[in-house]
């Protein structure tokens, strides 16, 4: 669940500022743990079934054809947006890591770096499912909370920075508006584990007498709490320490003690190649099953490769030509998660379970369906501003 957005959180906290930022924080917290818990309970809420997909879900709830439509196209948005990030994140990264081992060696490019990246999914696309990157996400768990940890211990070391100011980054006033927009959208990114708890609990063995819902339930509960430790840290600490200077990562911040700045970027690295696979998994999932059920195709070997190939060449292709960590985040985080997120899982709730009309269940998810409603429809015109203010001074395949 910890995914690269976490590096982006004081940077977020420097657009949307203390009071805003704190609470955004925290509702979003609470508001995700609710929905996911729901996630888990409608998982197997028709005896002797189980709705392995989102989309599955969304059927039973929306009808055959308009759960289709209302599911698939928004997790497919989160999911290749998702991978586009973390070709970023890995390309980034392993360029901080090489500046800091190597401060006299030829500069590289971005590009190049992102081309690095990419070239170890060409190989990892190719395994046959979740349980196959069962060892590649335990490391990327472990990755995501040693990096968190480095990244607040190491702000907290430097301290606060001179001349520090805590007013909105943005000089201007539509800067600082359009900035609390992109701000909204960020935190949102943070919290995606929704898009695939579904696939997760499918590989969980359940029967009557234990369902799959306890053991997935107390999953969500031990990844929550870790969340917790590092998001919140990193957020506040960072925020705290820097002001509005901070950089959109703010390991790209930090440059002391250079061994343990290198080492974090690299555990980043680790950790978007495991986190890269997970999200990919469902697209490969969705894209074979219509080219052999849809478009006929025969299933073999190639297809497969094709497939999954061309679709790793494109998310490379992408973040080569867009490398806005945070313009990318506010954008896709409000128009892309605050759905799957924050308010479908209410709808559904809300349709499935129909609670009593203004009794506390339907209070609660009419409050989370109109908070997510907001940040899908504002927080991408921040986050589509921060990528055309930025790109107007990006010389591209730079």
């Not at 290198?262 to 099953?289: C, K, R, W």
Request: aromatic residues 16%; hydrophobic residues 50%.
């Amino acid at each position: 669940m910890v995914g690269a957005g976490v590096l982006n959180l004081p940077y977020a906290m420097s657009e949307l500022g203390w009071g805003p930022g704190v609470t955004i924080m925290l509702v979003s917290w609470v508001i995700t743990v609710y929905t996911l818990w729901q996630m888990v309970e409608m998982h197997e809420m028709v005896p002797g079934k189980r709705f392995d997909r989102y989309h599955e879900l969304g059927q039973h709830a929306f009808g055959e054809k308009l759960g289709l439509y209302i599911i698939v196209p928004q997790q497919l948005v989160v999911e290749i947006s998702l991978n586009i990030v973390y070709m970023v994140t890995g390309g980034q990264s392993l360029q901080k890591a090489h500046q800091l081992i190597c401060p006299n060696c030829h500069d590289i490019r971005l590009t190049y770096f992102i081309m690095i990246f990419a070239s170890c999914h060409f190989v990892l696309a190719h395994l046959p499912n979740f349980n196959a990157i069962s060892g590649v996400s335990l490391a990327a768990a472990v990755m995501s909370l040693s990096y968190s940890t480095i990244a607040w211990a190491a702000t907290l070391n430097k301290g606060i920075q001179p001349g520090i100011d805590y007013g909105y980054k943005a000089s201007t006033k539509p800067g600082a508006v359009f900035g609390f927009l992109s701000g909204l959208g960020e935190m949102a990114f943070a919290y995606a584990g929704h898009n695939v708890v579904l696939e997760i609990q499918a590989t969980i063995p359940s029967t009557p007498e234990k369902p799959s819902k306890g053991p997935m339930w107390k999953g969500v509960v031990v990844a929550y709490i870790v969340i917790a430790l590092c998001y919140f840290p990193v957020a506040f600490i960072g925020y705290w320490m820097f002001g509005n200077d901070v950089a959109e990562n703010i390991l790209i911040s930090l440059n002391k003690p250079v061994w343990l700045i290198a080492t974090a970027n690299l555990f980043v690295v680790v950790h978007v190649i495991g986190s890269y696979q997970l999200y990919a998994m469902p697209v490969f999932d969705m894209a074979e099953t219509f080219l052999v059920k849809s478009l006929r195709f025969k299933p073999s070997w190639y297809l497969r490769f094709i497939t999954r190939n061309v679709y790793v060449a494109f998310t490379m292709i992408v973040a080569i030509c867009f490398p806005f960590f945070g313009g990318l985040l506010g954008f896709f985080g409000g128009f892309a998660f605050a759905p799957t997120t924050y308010y479908i899982p209410c709808i559904m709730w809300l349709i499935l379970y129909k609670p009593k009309k203004f009794g506390l269940s339907w209070w609660c998810n009419w409050i989370c369906i109109v908070i997510g409603m907001l940040i899908m429809i504002i927080a991408p015109i921040g986050g589509l501003r921060t990528i055309i203010v930025q790109a107007k001074t990006y010389k591209f395949f730079s």
